[in-house]
């Protein structure tokens, strides 16, 4: 959320904002309520001193002037009710209003309206040359009965699955490795619930309710299931007031997360690419606004050093303003190369990185005691998707596999799996 006297004070800046994401929001709706808001508060104010006028006259007044106190002092108690329900129903539609509003931009987020306008700061790896026609991650999960995607479906219907045998033991291998890496770079580990209150859900910028919603509510409760740690670890911190010296805090957390977007994109998200759950590793951050720009180019080396551990070629892409979410100001995807996607093997979104400066701490009421002016202090947010796990598989799977049919084991990763590749069936 953007304070509202930011809006007031830079109507022109938060319009280009919301022009170039492509997205709707009336600017000067929300300036006209704030402004009633303003007015009706003053007419409230100036009622009640009327009131209190009154209350100091009708000790000394008259029998008759008494009875004329009473009753002025009756209409100016129903005006002022009135009011206070007026008031309570502008602050109400404002409220609404600006949760309709996205962050600001930053100055060197390229400006386009959908990710084919991303653009492309790094590219690390070579794509590997097969000496021999690959598969893609469905023929090996089938060959070594690895993915179960009809069973999935039995059980919960189109984009659910089971993983088996060794690629659960491959998961769990990421999973772990991805957590090891985040501690050694301080990061603190977390397992969070997979369920939040539908207003930590707004606080952390993903509408629970409408048609935009991308999220799974359960019926006749006030919670729904989450999209992501980011929602989590954001309402874990909700209404405090952190200790200066306690920033940054950074974690990372593991979660499930669940989507209802999944049946979407065709060819390009088959199989694991694109599925209604999967467990992610989010990396998040709470830190003061001076370091939150460094923060991010930390958090994207530390997701870059992860899939260059893996072997996987990726490039690193700047998200344009159209293909950002509503509380990021700047924001970095990795792509891992996927030689499965495609006719001929393309890149696939795998992390992500963004800074939400103070937007999703302004809903979320998170501040911290700022030394160097006295005051309480938005934090500012960051969240990155350290590792995807059930994209990372298909990336490992693809780009590791040999000849005869199996998969060979990232070096890194042979300590949590305790095996150097995942051997043909017989």
């Known amino acids: 959320m953007l304070d509202i006297k930011f809006i007031v004070e830079n109507p022109d800046k938060v319009k280009e904002s919301i022009k170039n994401r492509n997205v709707t929001a009336d600017v000067d709706k929300v300036i006209n309520l704030y402004q009633n808001t303003k007015k009706l508060k003053l007419e409230i104010e100036e009622k009640r001193a009327t009131s209190n006028q009154i209350a100091k006259k009708f000790p000394t007044a008259t029998l008759d002037e008494k009875q004329a106190l009473v009753k002025e002092g009756e209409n100016l108690k129903a005006q002022i009710n009135a009011l206070n329900e007026k008031f309570i129903e502008v602050e109400n ?6 949760l309709t509003i996205p962050n600001l931009l930053s100055s060197d987020s390229p400006v386009g309206n959908t990710d084919e306008d991303n653009v492309i700061t790094k590219k690390v790896g070579t794509p590997r040359q097969f000496s021999f026609k690959p598969k893609d991650h469905l023929e090996l999960g089938k060959d070594l009965d690895l993915i179960d995607f009809e069973g999935g479906a039995k059980v919960a219907g189109a984009k659910f699955y089971f993983l088996k045998n060794e690629l659960v033991l491959l998961e769990m291998a990421l999973s772990q490795f991805a957590i090891k890496k985040a501690i050694q ?4 580990p977390l397992l969070t619930p997979d369920l939040a209150r539908n207003k930590i859900l707004q606080g952390s910028g993903f509408a629970p309710r409408g048609n935009e919603s991308n999220t799974y509510r359960i019926e006749d409760t006030d919670l729904s299931l989450i999209a992501t740690a980011e929602i989590a670890v954001g309402g874990l911190h909700s209404e405090e007031i952190l200790k200066e010296d306690d920033l940054p805090l950074k974690y990372a957390a593991i979660s499930h997360c669940f989507r209802t977007e999944a049946g979407a994109g065709g060819k390009e998200s088959k199989g694991l690419y694109r599925v209604h759950q999967f467990t992610k590793v989010e990396l998040y951050q709470f830190r003061r606004p001076s370091e939150s720009e460094q923060a991010l180019e930390e958090m994207l080396a530390l997701e870059e050093e992860i899939y260059s551990d893996l072997e996987i070629p990726y490039q690193v892409v700047k998200v344009c303003s159209g293909d950002l979410g509503a509380p990021a100001y700047k924001k970095y995807d990795i792509e891992a190369w996927m030689p499965g996607k495609g006719e001929s093997g393309g890149y696939g979104e795998v992390t992500s990185a963004s800074n939400c400066t103070d937007f999703q701490s302004r809903r979320l009421g998170i501040r911290f005691k700022d030394s160097s002016t006295g005051n309480n202090t938005f934090v500012h947010t960051l969240n990155g998707t350290a590792m995807a796990l059930s994209r990372t598989l298909i990336s ?10 199996g998969i060979e084991i990232p070096k890194v990763l042979r300590p949590f799996m305790g095996m150097d590749k995942i051997e043909p069936k017989k």
């Open 93 to 98: 539609e404002l409220n609404q209003e600006l």
């Open 185 to 188: 770079n301080g990061y603190k």
């Open 396 to 405: 490992v799977m693809e780009n590791h596999q040999t000849a005869d049919g």
